[in-house]
Nanobody
Framework: QAQVFTSGGGSVQAGGSLTLSCRVP????????MGWFRQAPGKEREGVAH???????AYADSVKGRFTISQDNSKRILYLQMNSLKPEDSAMYYC?????????????????WGQGTQVTVSS
């Protein structure tokens, strides 16, 4: 059972930036499909982005052009760089790992989940 550790959330004003980090001790993040998801209060969990083992990436339309998913193989860390943040980006953000299907559209296919980190964007 892999453990996923997520960090980097916080509070920013609209237009600001945050970077989330994710580690999966014992695993090389580049060796597994990794994804970022979020869930706002009263809303369903939604996919944000994923990065495949071949480093291809894909994003939800709502974040495309503003968010970037990347990985530092030497540090075994996955990142989500979030720029031009909007109040509607406020949510608990989760890192997930281990999907054979590997798409942000199918969160249920990810096996391992982190504890989440809160992002709050004020207007």
């Amino acid at each position: 059972q892999a453990q996923v550790f997520t960090s980097g959330g916080g509070s920013v004003q609209a237009g600001g930036s945050l970077t989330l980090s994710c580690r999966v001790p014992g695993y090389t993040v580049s060796g597994v499909c990794m994804g970022w998801f979020r869930q706002a209060p009263g809303k369903e969990r939604e996919g944000v982005a994923h990065i495949n083992r071949d480093s291809t990436t894909a994003y939800a339309d709502s974040v495309k052009g503003r968010f970037t998913i990347s990985q530092d193989n030497s540090k075994r860390i996955l990142y989500l760089q979030m720029n031009s943040l909007k109040p509607e980006d406020s949510a608990m953000y989760y890192c997930a790992a281990g999907s054979a299907l590997c798409t942000w559209r199918r969160s249920e296919t990810f096996r391992y989940w982190g504890q989440g980190t809160q992002v709050t964007v004020s207007s």
